[in-house]
Every structure is written in C-alpha cells, then in structure tokens.
C-alpha cells in the first residue's frame, strides 16, 4: 500500500503564493502517478493536476492552469504544488492521490492523504 501525508497548508492573501508538499511512503509508490484534488465547503471534490513517474506527462484543470505547478521528487518520494497568483476561489481542503496510471478523475486515484486546509483571504 501506499500512504500519503500532505503539508504546507496554511493562510493566504488573495495574490499570494503557497507550496504544498505530499510525502509518500510505502513498497508500491514506486511508478504510482500522483495527483491534486481539492473540496471546499459544500461542493464536491474536483482534481487540480496529476502527474506522472517521470513528471513529462502533467495534467491541470482549467481553473489553476497558468497558476499552479505540480512537480515530483522520486528521490525523496515527494510530490509538490506550486500555487501562484492564489484567489478566495481557492480556499478548499487539499489533497494528494496515488494512482497506477495517469488520470483526472478522483475514482482512479487508489490511495489519498488526510489533505491539508489552504485558506486565500485578505
């Protein structure tokens, strides 16, 4: 199994910047594709970015697209997301996802984190 721990989280200023970091642990991470989801309040969870094992294949939704950045260290077993130009619009639970191949939709992720709060508010 695979087991996900997100970090980073934290408050923002509409406009501000913020880097969440997902350490990952476990036999079968190894060649697992990861991915960002995130939920705010009263709506349902919706996929950010997702990546592959080597990072060249890099999926984003139209709204974070420009603005947020995912990224992978295998060495550390760590995946990333750099988000830049942060609006309220953002504020949600994030969450990090293990995947046997690369996909968007939430059902293809099979193992999750706990997920980390990210607040953008003045």
């Known amino acids: 199994q695979v087991q996900l721990v997100e970090s980073g989280g934290g408050l923002v200023q509409p406009g501000g910047s913020l880097r969440l970091s997902c350490a990952a642990s476990?036999?079968?991470?190894?060649?697992?594709?990861m991915g960002w989801f995130r939920q705010a309040p009263g709506k349902e969870r919706e996929f950010v970015a997702t990546i592959s094992w080597t990072g060249i294949n890099r999926n984003y939704a139209d709204s974070v697209k420009g603005r947020f950045s995912i990224s992978r260290d295998n060495t550390k077993n760590t995946i990333y997301l750099q988000m830049n130009s942060l609006k309220p619009e953002d504020t949600a639970v994030y969450y990090c996802?293990?995947?046997?191949?690369?996909?968007?939709?939430?059902?293809?992720?099979?193992?999750w984190g706990q997920g980390t709060q990210v607040t953008v508010s003045s």
């Open positions: 996802a293990a995947a046997r191949i690369v996909t968007t939709t939430s059902n293809g992720y099979e193992y």
């Open positions: 476990g036999r079968t991470f190894s060649g697992s594709a």
